[in-house]
T-cell receptor
């Protein structure tokens, strides 16, 4: 149980295009999902907290118009990187909070490369 | 405010040796504490968690951790390292509140030598 999926697992795009990443909790409902960014050999940096049916809460320094988050259902949150640039290349990881188990479960991550 | 310090960015042990990964936390309220493992190019997998029940927590793959309030520590141990334990390990704290945010340590890379 407590499986979280992400799609796609990797994506290569041209500079200026937008990329959408999906995060799904497969066997539990998640009222709260989180989006992280991880640079090579570094820890996870929380970008935003996504609550089902409401606007996401962004961490300081994260551009909300750049990283659009939608949490339309209890099992799906999406992150759209708009007008991507090479500096947006990174490993993006989502997590979903299981209310019952009081634990965050993480997806496998999406590697984004912007050319 | 909450924070996590992982002492030692890189720990190297021999196969069969004791594994000890250190984690100290700072929290203004009783914390929930977690250890996650990350294999290359993968997400994080939960190893174990402390949520105010027993102070000695057993997790998957033979790992365990002990919550010591007096030392504000939550060190991860395994009696005998296996080659498959080589990975990055992250300690994280959640001090409650409505946002349920985790604060991660910087991680410790564990290498296991044959």
């Amino acid at each position: 149980g407590a499986v979280v999926s992400q799609h796609p697992s990797w994506v290569i795009c041209k500079s200026g295009t937008s990329v959408k990443i999906e995060c799904r909790s497969l066997d539990f409902q998640a009222t709260t999902m989180f989006w992280y960014r991880q640079f090579p050999k570094q820890s996870l940096m929380l970008m935003a907290t996504s609550n089902e049916g409401s606007k996401a809460t962004y961490e300081q320094g994260v551009e909300k118009d750049k990283f659009l988050i939608n949490h339309a259902s209890l099992t799906l949150s999406t992150l759209t990187v708009t007008s991507a640039h090479p500096e947006d290349s990174s490993f993006y990881i989502c997590s979903a909070r299981s209310v019952i188990q009081e634990t965050q479960y993480f997806g496998p991550g999406t590697r984004l490369l912007v050319l | 405010a909450q924070s996590v310090t992982q002492l030692g960015s890189h720990v190297s042990v021999s196969e069969g040796a004791l594994v000890l990964l250190r984690c100290n936390y700072s929290s203004s309220v009783p914390p929930y504490l977690f250890w996650y493992v990350q294999y290359p190019n993968q997400g994080l997998q939960l190893l174990l968690k402390y949520t105010s029940a027993a102070t000695l927590v057993k997790g998957i793959n033979g790992f365990e951790a002990e919550f010591k309030k007096s030392e504000t520590s939550f060190h991860l141990t395994k009696p005998s390292a296996h080659m498959s334990d080589a990975a990055e390990y992250f300690c994280a704290v959640n001090s409650g509140g409505s946002n349920y945010k985790l604060t991660f340590g910087k991680g410790t890379l564990l290498t296991v030598n044959p």
